[in-house]
């Protein structure tokens, strides 16, 4: 089995500055990552995902994260945060065989971003 | 891209009763799940719905509780049977095809369940 665990719950920022949300994973087996992030009221929307090859993703909106298998990490970080980047932001891991597809989400972050 | 709708998007129901969720996505998928978000709380894992054959249900969910059904590879329904507020949640249908090369697995927008 694999958890997530996403160290803080609760991140505010202020407009224009950098930001890093945390997270770490278990498995004993290899996992796919995932960043999602949840706009009030709204779905989830895929961010970036890391599958293999570079471990520094890209994603949406100017988001990336680097994973990091000997630290079990899997943090995403923003150079310059916007007021629209207000949203809860879950980290996911999923893994392969039988299990494909199905993921394992941590708790969640609450990014406020303060004009 | 998938594109994936749920009806209804939110719902107020009185215990005992059942109340059935529609999943609809875009273009045929391999694989559909069926997630739960508590409030103040992240995704569970309900069960993946299996097209043509029952769901797999993860642990502490029941198919009694939950029956879920996939007719074709674009469409889902999860049923919530004999409700009680502590079904009271949000309900999120996710498919893609995850583990084939084309790994995205996109998220609906979902269901806003209050049960009183």
């Not at chain 2, 391999?30 to 995704?43: E, I, K, N």
Request: overall charge neutral.
């Amino acid at each position: 089995a694999q958890s997530v665990t996403q160290l803080d719950s609760q991140v505010p920022v202020f407009e224009e500055a950098p930001v890093e949300l945390r997270c770490n994973y278990s498995s004993s087996v290899s996992v796919y990552l995932f960043w999602y992030v949840q706009y009030p009221n709204q779905g989830l929307q895929l961010l970036l995902k890391y599958l293999s090859g570079s471990t520094l993703v890209k994603g949406i909106n100017g988001f990336e994260a680097e994973f990091n298998k000997s630290q079990t990490s899997f943090h995403l970080r923003k150079p310059s945060v916007h007021i629209s980047d207000t949203a809860e932001y879950f980290c996911a891991v999923g893994t392969g065989g039988t299990s494909y597809g199905k993921l394992t989400f941590g708790q969640g972050t609450i990014l406020t971003v303060h004009p | 891209s998938a594109v994936i709708s749920q009806k209804p998007s939110r719902d107020i129901c009185q215990r005992g009763t059942s109340l059935t969720i529609q999943c609809q996505v875009d273009s045929q998928v391999t694989m559909m799940f069926w997630y739960r978000q508590q409030p103040g709380q992240s995704l569970t894992l309900i069960a993946t719905a299996n097209q043509g054959s029952e769901a797999t249900y993860e642990s502490g969910f029941v198919i009694d509780k939950f029956p879920i059904s996939r007719p074709n590879l674009t469409f889902s329904t999860l049923t919530v049977s004999n409700m009680s507020p502590e079904d009271s949640s949000i309900y999120l249908c996710s498919a893609g095809h995850p583990g084939t090369g084309r790994d995205e697995q996109y998220f609906g927008p979902g269901t806003r369940l209050t049960v009183t």
